[in-house]
């Protein structure tokens, strides 16, 4: 079965900390991996996606094959990425997307 | 470039009653995708409509159903609520060749 796991409900960081986001999947196949995030009071949006292997907003996320992860990074957080990020994996085939639970950062001032 | 829309954004129904939950697709997407948000978990994925026709599926009842319009809008009917139908639901629509999801706001559905 297709499953993602954030293992971190709540994690909370002060500005200016590294900070990582844990994400690990079980996916038959060769999933996109993706990270939503929800800013209060906003709709879900991508952040990135392993694909792109970009850097948006200082984040990055390196999929790991091996130990079927794709942690979320951020070597110096700012109190404005706090919101709640999603990991998500989907085929190429259909648009389902399978999203882990959801994990709340707070950066504290 | 317009957005994703959803329409109600709120909704109080009684259980055994039924639902319709419309969504707008962003502007020259033909794919669009509906999720169930729990409190406090991730979206699940409900089923997704390509051409007016649903070509994909995850794990909820018959009783969950829906419409892709020529325009590609959509709708979700929910029959014969349940109190645990309680969620927010999520429309998300994107271009069938690509993979990434564009979402509306959502619409909170309440069942009493």
């Known amino acids: 079965a297709q499953r993602v796991t954030q293992p971190e409900k709540l994690l909370s960081v002060f500005k200016g900390a590294p900070v990582e986001l844990k994400c690990n999947y079980s996916y038959s196949g060769s999933p996109e991996l993706f990270w939503y995030v929800q800013y209060s009071r906003q709709r879900l949006q991508l952040l990135l996606r392993?694909?792109s292997r970009e850097s948006i907003k200082g984040f990055t996320a390196d999929l790991n094959k091996g130990e079927t992860s794709f942690h979320l990074k951020k070597p110096f957080a700012q109190e404005e990425d706090s919101a709640m990020y999603y990991c998500?994996?989907?085929?190429?085939?259909?648009?389902?997307?399978?999203f882990g639970q959801g994990t709340i950062l707070t950066v504290h001032p | 470039e317009t957005g994703v829309t959803q329409s109600p954004t709120h909704l109080i129904k009684t259980r055994g009653q039924q639902v319709t939950l419309r969504c707008s697709s962003q502007?020259?997407?033909?794919?669009v995708s509906w999720y169930q948000q729990a409190l406090g978990q991730g979206p699940q994925f409900i089923f997704q409509?390509?051409?007016?026709?649903?070509?994909g599926r995850g794990n909820f009842p018959p009783r969950f159903s829906g419409l892709q319009f020529p325009n590609y809008s959509s709708e979700l009917n929910v029959n014969a609520l349940e109190l645990d139908d309680s969620a927010l639901y999520l429309c998300?629509?994107?271009?069938?060749?690509?993979?990434?999801?564009?979402f509306g706001q959502g619409t909170r559905l309440t069942v009493v």
């Open positions: 998300a629509s994107r271009l069938i060749e690509g993979t990434e999801a564009f």
């Open positions: 502007s020259g997407h033909n794919t």
């Open positions: 409509y390509y051409r007016e026709e649903e070509n």
């Open positions: 392993h694909i």
């Open positions: 998500g994996a989907g085929g190429t085939s259909y648009g389902k997307l399978t």
